[in-house]
């Protein structure tokens, strides 16, 4: 194995536009869904709506935290419906199945999203049983990644020794936590974001994973 990656036991992946490239545009329903739930849960405009939509996200790290802490919005039919969409845009990857099936030691998902939308993912991308462990927002008690104390809760929970485990996200902000807590971190997108949190990019993710092993 690549000597970078060697002492890694545990790989950790987050979900939406990692183990799926963004070009698909699955997350497009999403915000159409999460648009819908602000204007009628506050009372305001389209406009208005992708505005907060916007705000919650880069301030909170999501649009559910902020409708949480702002206005006491109740998580869990908020996450059933904007999670309520079509899946079939999505395509079987059996590189990236492969790939992942040759990692040695857990394997497991860390999303902003809940796990039975993460399931569905999985399965539409020919992925479901590789992993160990599938762990969304609300096993963090709803708190969003880029928080540590997010990250911490799900380790703790997973029983995960971050010094021997990597990190795999598309959102450079949410590899911050995981660099601080001695985590090998991996960029997954198609422009690299140079920055001493990250220690690998790559807009394959197959492909490097492939590699490392």
């Not at 919005?73 to 079939?88: M, Q």
């Not at 809940?114 to 708190?143: M, N, S």
């Not at 996200?169 to 001695?182: I, K, T, V, W, Y």
Request: glycine share 4%; with cysteine.
């Amino acid at each position: 194995m690549n000597a970078d990656f060697s002492h890694v036991t545990t790989w950790v992946f987050d979900l939406d536009n990692t183990l799926y490239p963004p070009r698909y545009r699955l997350f497009d329903q999403i915000e159409v869904k999460m648009t819908a739930w602000v204007m009628d849960a506050l009372k305001v405009g389209k406009t208005e709506a992708n505005r907060l939509r916007q705000h919650y996200w880069d301030t909170y790290g999501t649009t559910l935290a902020g409708l949480m802490r702002e206005h006491g919005v109740d998580p869990a039919p908020y996450l059933t419906d904007v999670h309520d969409i079509d899946f079939t845009i999505l395509p079987p990857d059996p590189a990236l199945a492969r790939a992942i099936s040759n990692l040695p030691g857990r394997r497991i998902i860390y999303t902003n999203a809940c796990a039975p939308y993460a399931e569905k993912v999985l399965a539409a991308r020919g992925l479901t049983g590789l992993f160990d462990a599938i762990y969304g927002v609300e096993h963090a008690g709803f708190l969003p990644k880029p928080e540590r104390a997010a990250f911490e809760a799900v380790f703790a929970a997973d029983n995960l020794n971050p010094a021997t485990a990597a990190m795999f996200e598309d959102d450079p902000r949410n590899l911050r936590a995981p660099h601080e807590m001695g985590m090998r971190t991996i960029h997954v997108a198609d422009k690299p974001t140079p920055a001493l949190h990250i220690h690998h990019h790559t807009a394959d993710l197959a492909r490097f994973l492939t590699r490392i092993t």
